[in-house]
């Protein structure tokens, strides 16, 4: 009977382990290939994007921390949605965080929508675009403080970056 419950222990042990990261590692782009339901399904307005993006701005998915190009844009400009094309953020916003993803300490007034998302054990606010409802990141209360103190974390697959 010891022996059984200590299999059973050890089991739901590394269960509760095993879980977690598979919900990471699934959340992750290169993971995960396909989108769950048919396309249909999903308010996908612009016809040419990746299977990549599709997972990211409506699966919430996340890409790999460091893989974008829009870490290193310095040019004047503006980002918008890359599903419907609404302007999100200036590039007077945009700040280089260290975290491997585009930042932004403010965002176009009205231009995107907020919710609670508890995935990998945190309570954090997630944000998707208001106009298609595509998901682009999370906010956090650790931007810089000599401005507004928030940092919009984004997935940068999200975006187009167009000059001014």
Known sequence: ???????????????????PLNSLANNLVGFKKKLKKDESEYNIINPDLTEEQKIIMFEEGTERAGTSEL???????????????????ESTAKFDSGTGWPSFTEAIPGAFV???????????????????????????????????????????????????
């Open 114 to 164: 907020t919710k609670v998302d508890y995935s990998f054990g945190m309570k954090r606010t997630e944000y998707s675009c208001a106009n298609c409802g595509a998901h682009h990141g999370h906010v956090f209360n650790d931007g810089p403080k000599e401005t507004t103190g928030i940092r919009h974390c984004v997935n940068s697959v999200a975006l187009v970056f167009k000059k001014s």
């Open 71 to 89: 870490n290193y844009e310095k040019r004047k400009g503006s980002y918008h949605c890359a599903n419907c094309g609404v302007k999100l953020f």
């Open 1 to 19: 009977m010891r022996r059984n419950f200590l299999k059973i222990a050890a089991t739901s042990l590394l269960g509760l382990l095993i879980y």
